[in-house]
């Protein structure tokens, strides 16, 4: 027994507690807003945040104590007044866009909620359907609408090759799993001479996806609903892609084969998957990996288990993926870097 190590674990443990704990709060700071008031608001006493939140003192006195204690924003004990430091500001405010971590602080309350189911799952070895998160969709759009905006007209398309030409002149894209539909929409605004197609089998996705194409008057978009195990199609897309679509599936093999036959031949497949390596041994410094296993095992790897799926979970990492495209038929297998999407890999496909 070595007590230095197991006092310094009880740090540890502390340390987790509170991380847990404040991950709750800085959640709540960012739905209500509290940040992005806060934010170049200078020193504000409760009173005073409340007032221009139009929040409820009480709550936002505890809420700042939480933040205040756990550093996140500064307290001055003087005058009892509370300001966010402006280093802080775009790792919890809206205006950081991509840099926004707040906006990921919502999964630990999302996933809390299907906490019992996963318990139930150790023991059954059963999975968690996508229906008992019902949250997931809109959290989900907002996390990779960010990611997107800063991103994917900028650096992720001009990274398959020749495709900023062809969807100017004119071509068929598919983005399979589109979820809310953001990338879609993007790129439906940007290339008006193409036309673009996103699957997905979620209904709450789709509707959101339709109702804003047509809010934004756009007539190159279609919202497909299928299984995209059951994506028929041949020879129909010069780009296929997907982003962080594959490593949920339940049939991912089926799926990637059902891509690679729906590409032209000539044609590119982007896929985006978390940035991980396959083996536990390599992730095991990634400041990222706590939060890719947590979340692959209360939500990607439940999921597709509840498909009657592998289970490949989220950081199957790229020596995998590579296999697994590879097998469907693609060649020319390159990963591409957007360096403002931290924490995915991009992997760009030709076929021949
Ligand atoms: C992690 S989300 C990513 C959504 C979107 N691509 C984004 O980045 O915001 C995965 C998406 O794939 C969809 N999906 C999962 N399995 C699917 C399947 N077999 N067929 C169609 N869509 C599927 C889910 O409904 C979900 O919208």
Redesign the pocket.
């Known amino acids: 027994m070595d007590k230095v190590r197991a006092k310094a674990f009880m740090g540890s443990m502390v340390n987790i507690l509170n991380s847990g704990a404040v991950s709750m709060m800085v959640s709540i700071g960012h739905r209500t807003g509290l940040f992005d008031t806060m934010a170049g608001a200078g020193p504000l006493t409760s009173d005073q945040l409340a007032e221009k939140s139009e929040l409820n003192e009480r709550y936002v006195r505890e809420w700042l104590a939480a933040m205040a204690s756990s550093g996140v924003v500064d307290y001055d004990a003087s005058n009892d007044s509370f300001e966010l430091p402006v280093e802080h500001q775009a790792l919890v405010t809206r205006a950081g866009g991509a840099l926004n971590l707040a906006t990921m602080m919502q999964y630990t309350a999302l996933l809390g909620q299907v906490e019992d189911d996963v318990v139930d799952a150790f023991r059954t070895g059963a999975g968690v359907p996508?229906s008992r998160y019902p949250d997931f969709?809109r959290l989900?759009?907002e996390?990779?609408?960010a990611v997107?905006d800063a991103t994917l007209l900028d650096a992720t398309i001009p990274n398959i090759p020749g495709a900023v030409e062809a969807l100017t002149e004119g071509a068929a894209l598919a983005?399979?799993?589109?979820?809310?539909g953001?990338?879609v929409l993007l790129l439906a605004e940007a290339f008006p001479n193409s036309h673009f197609t996103g699957?997905?089998?979620?209904d709450e996705?789709l509707e959101t996806a339709r109702s804003r194409a047509s809010e934004a008057g756009l007539t190159n978009v279609d919202f497909v609903a299928?299984?995209?195990?059951e994506l028929d199609a041949t020879d129909a897309f010069d780009i296929v892609t997907?982003?962080?679509?594959i490593h949920?599936?339940?049939?991912p093999a089926i799926?990637l084969s059902n891509i690679h036959r729906a590409v032209k031949p000539g044609g590119h497949y982007l896929c985006v998957e978390p940035k991980a390596a396959s083996s536990l041994a390599e992730n095991m410094t990634d400041p990222m990996a706590t939060f890719q296993y947590t979340v692959s095992t209360m939500h990607?790897m439940s999921?597709s288990i509840a498909?009657g799926g592998e289970g490949l979970g989220t950081a199957w990492g790229t020596e995998l993926t590579t296999e697994f495209l590879e097998t469907a038929g693609f060649e020319d297998i390159t990963m591409a870097e957007v360096r403002a999407d931290r924490a995915n890999s991009h992997f760009v496909c030709r076929k021949s």
């Open positions: 996508y969709q989900m759009a996390e990779s609408a997107f983005d399979v799993g589109c979820g809310s953001h990338a699957f997905d089998f979620s996705g299928v299984d995209a195990a997907t982003f962080d679509a949920d599936q339940a049939q799926v990607c999921v498909g």
